[in-house]
């Protein structure tokens, strides 16, 4: 396999480092006679950090909350931990969990550890010397597409993965939950954004009815699905070998998760503070409405009231954003990409008051 082209971690970030000797007293039960050897730092991501440990023998991938983060009210490692065990029964494109530790006196803060899935991940920047021509970009979207339908199919009874939401009410409850984040974390006074929190609170679909759709109403759902948490086959990138960061995967309306994918999936012609989120501008990859078509195709759900969902998502995305410059501006982190993601806000904000004005989901600009 060639490592350029695969996911590498780099070395620690000061102040997010780990203790090998800590860790290795822990899982001493767990590796046997294996011991770790070295660990160092996934640099891309903006919540939970992500760390490869080699042992002797292995690698593994660990993964904890920020530092200083609420551990309480967020970034819950059990439930990520119990979310990898339930789906690996059902799904084989995740990497299998090995153990969880919530004794705060290993690292501080819970945390769990799974095995490492080798591949190649398409995050903000074209890895050196990988060429992603138009015809592979398309394969891509298209996988990309594919398998989130796949998902999405998944019995949720049988595989027990219900129990993990409560789809009940969950767009309500979701849009009611972003509003109110959004006007916890702000700033400065984005127009577009109030604009698009009234207009959702006046929109919001109703429950369906579980006892008259065809397909299930309610699915599994990832709800951070994008290119930068696939892990793509190096020999065949249109083939997806693993699904990472199950974080806020739940039970609810899959339309919302396919809202938050197209939210995040930028096209040519949009922002570039929107751009800078992954590599669907490229040419290539479906627009967001072929998108749209592929998964109504794959799927056989009907799509024809989606314009909700993409406006939920620019602005969903554009409140995360929100928080996490919050912080930056609070001085509570000095990682210096926080510092431009006001500029993203405000361009989540206008494609949601754009999908509105136009009533599309694709080519504002």
Known sequence: ????????????????????????????????????????????????????????HKEYVLRRPPFGANIKTAHDMGREFKVLNLLKKVYDKVPAPLVYCEDLDVLGAPFYIMERVNGVILRNRVPKGLDLNATTMKSISEACIDNLAVLHALDIDKSGLRELGKPEGYVKRQVEGWVARYYKAETDKIENMDKVAEWLKANMPPDPNPQSLIPNPYSFIHNDYKYDNLILDPSDLSNIIAVLDWEMATVGDPLMDLGTTLGYWAEANDGPYLRVFGLTSLPGNLNREDALQRYAEKSGRDVSGFLFYYVYACFKIGVIAQQIYARFKLGFTKDPRFGALIHSVKECGNNGANAIKYGRISNFY
């Open 1 to 56: 396999m060639n490592e350029t082209f695969t996911d590498q971690p780099t070395e620690l970030r000061k102040g997010e480092e780990q203790d090998i000797d800590k860790l290795n007293v822990y899982l001493k039960n767990v590796l046997g006679n294996d011991s770790i050897q070295s660990i160092a730092q996934f640099p891309s991501g903006y919540s939970n950090l992500t760390y490869l440990i080699k042992t002797q």
